[in-house]
């Protein structure tokens, strides 16, 4: 800093040469009023400069902080809009669940819940699930199963085993009214499509098999169909090769099918309509000792549930509560008083 002329000078130091000549030279002159002003307004311009600069640094860190949370927030969001059924056109309800089940990735283990069109499911090793479909269709995965819902009534396959029931085969139609199509099946070797049955589609082994156990199934592949009645089962391979053979309506082929069975409604329902319920389900023809018994079926209300039993599980539970008794002769179910005698009530 320049020193003012009026100031006094400090005592000299015999070791300070250096301080003894600036002192012998003098103050400084000022400089000119115009100079100072041309170097305070330089000072001044380059100190907003650097301001404006730090400023607009910060903004854009602000601005790279927002749009950083912004990406992340979108990829969260379709990251939960692949594992988390969305609010589409709705294709499923969720009617049993059994073992480990995955829809879009996240396990479930409760019944009742929807599903949109457009998500995965998986079973797992011991997982199976019970669906119904919009519009009627009932759907069962096994175990080791991988499927797309496309719509209520179009399923994409991918492995594993799945089986369909459509609801009671209308045997006879008008020609000039051919039986609607309520449902298909995708797969990367051929489509399955329904007419009015219960049939499984099976992925194994790198072949299709189409087992049919009422009503006709068609297996389409390159512009060709193939019809497929009840004890009939279809394959092909990934060649294309056909191979017609058969399958029994009960047993070990469709054991799976009655473990994921969603049980019966009993409440409020006659005794007949849940014997056609128990027939469908096994395979099971049922007869009458006493064609009286028959005849009072369809007044007998039931009550009560069957709710963790399997379909062939039930008469044990539900006849006795009819005064009933059962014995299965083959696959023939006849339905007889005890020998003690009594009836229905």
């Known amino acids: 800093m320049t020193k003012r002329p009026d100031q006094p000078l400090e005592p000299e130091r015999p070791d300070d040469p250096v301080g003894r000549l600036i ?41 790279a902080r927002i749009a950083a949370g912004l990406l992340l927030a979108l990829g969260t ?15 499923a309800s969720i009617i049993k669940v059994n073992g480990r089940v995955l829809v879009n990735g996240r396990p479930i283990d409760a019944t009742g819940g929807g599903l949109s069109a457009g998500v995965e499911i998986a079973t797992g090793p011991d997982g199976r699930v ?16 991988e499927v797309r819902l496309i719509s209520a009534g179009v399923v994409e396959m991918r492995r594993g085993a799945l089986y369909v029931d459509t609801g009671p085969h209308v045997a006879v139609r008008p020609a000039a009214a051919p039986a609607p199509e309520t449902i298909r099946i995708l797969t990367g070797l051929g489509r399955v499509r329904d007419v009015g049955t219960q049939f499984e589609v099976r992925l194994a082994g790198g072949a299709l098999h189409v087992s049919v156990r009422d009503g006709v199934a068609t297996l389409e ?16 391979d990934a060649r294309g090769a056909v191979e017609t053979g058969t399958v029994a309506l009960q047993g070990a082929d469709w054991d799976w099918v009655l473990a994921v069975a969603p049980p019966f409604g009993l409440e409020g329902h006659t005794l007949r309509d849940y014997l056609d319920w128990l027939s469908r389900e096994t395979g099971w023809t049922v007869t009458y000792a006493d064609p009286s018994i028959g005849s009072d079926a369809a007044t007998i209300t039931l009550h009560g549930s069957t709710s963790g039993l399997r379909p062939d599980q039930t008469p044990a539970v539900v006849l006795p509560t009819c005064g009933l008794d059962h014995r299965l002769v083959g696959e023939t179910l006849v339905i007889e008083r005890p020998a003690g005698g009594g009836g229905p009530r």
């Open 23 to 63: 002192r012998l030279a003098g103050p400084r002159e000022s400089a000119p009023a115009e100079r100072a002003a041309r170097v305070r307004d330089a000072v001044h311009a380059r100190w907003r400069e650097v301001v404006l600069r730090e400023r607009r640094r910060k903004s854009l860190l602000r601005t």
């Open 77 to 91: 969001v379709l990251w939960l809009k692949g594992r988390i059924p969305t609010a589409g056109a709705p294709a």
């Open 221 to 236: 592949r390159d512009d060709r169909a193939y019809a497929a009645r009840a004890g009939t089962r279809l394959s092909i």
């Open 130 to 145: 019970a669906l119904h479909l919009q519009g009627g269709p009932s759907v069962r995965l096994d175990t080791d199963t």
